[in-house]
């Protein structure tokens, strides 16, 4: 991986989803960021997979990260019985060119916790062999990068409460998350 300062010719998508916007951006070799930006949380009792998702800005051709990025976004949020079935985009963000804790435990969180789960900052801390890591986990869902692909949304506190998930309305997003995906195992 090439660093990201000034090599990568960078593209971003702007997407209109049930949560609010979602700038994803990136280049030929992957997904950089996805940034959740003017929270929009749909009512609570607007929980229907076929929420709202929309392209809004970007290029016509996208590049291939972006566009596989967006097309798993948009099953995540319209059709997210099929998320298992399509493939993760490439990362290129400088966290994953390392080997470090919170590489780690994002790569251990996206591989076992699935739709529907939820996973306390002390199970996954054990689940990375370090039982005493739950802070530490905290701090690690703070630098995801590539929040719903890796989804930190599904880490809460061991006493059953969410959790913080950004700032601000952020925590409305994070519960919204939760239900649509408790609403779609369901199903």
């Known amino acids: 991986m090439a660093p990201i300062n000034g090599i990568c010719k960078m593209e971003e998508v702007l997407i209109k989803s049930a949560v609010g916007e979602i700038l994803v951006s990136g280049c030929k070799e992957g997904v950089h960021e996805i940034k959740l930006q003017n929270y929009a949380v749909l009512e609570p009792?607007?929980?229907?997979?076929?929420?709202?998702?929309?392209v809004c800005e970007g290029p016509q051709e996208m590049i291939a990260s972006l566009k596989q990025c967006?097309?798993?976004?948009?099953?995540?949020?319209?059709?997210?019985?099929?998320?298992?079935?399509?493939?993760?985009?490439?990362?290129?963000?400088?966290?994953f060119?390392?080997?470090?804790?919170?590489?780690?435990?994002?790569?251990?969180?996206?591989?076992?916790?699935?739709?529907?789960?939820?996973?306390?900052?002390?199970?996954?801390?054990?689940?990375?062999?370090?039982?005493?890591?739950?802070?530490?986990?905290?701090?690690?869902?703070?630098?995801n990068p590539v929040p719903l692909i890796i989804p930190c949304h599904r880490v809460i506190c061991s006493d059953g409460s969410i959790g913080n998930y950004g700032s601000g309305r952020a925590n409305d997003v994070k519960r919204w998350l939760l239900a649509h995906e408790k609403h779609v195992k369901d199903m």
């Open 70 to 95: 967006t097309t798993w976004l948009q099953a995540y949020f319209c059709e997210p019985w099929l998320i298992e079935k399509l493939p993760i985009p490439a990362f290129h963000h400088p966290l």
């Open 45 to 54: 009792g607007a929980k229907d997979a076929s929420a709202p998702f929309k």
């Open 97 to 143: 060119d390392k080997d470090s804790f919170n590489k780690t435990v994002l790569l251990a969180l996206l591989e076992k916790v699935k739709m529907g789960e939820t996973i306390s900052y002390k199970g996954l801390a054990e689940a990375v062999g370090n039982d005493k890591a739950a802070r530490a986990v905290g701090g690690a869902m703070r630098t």
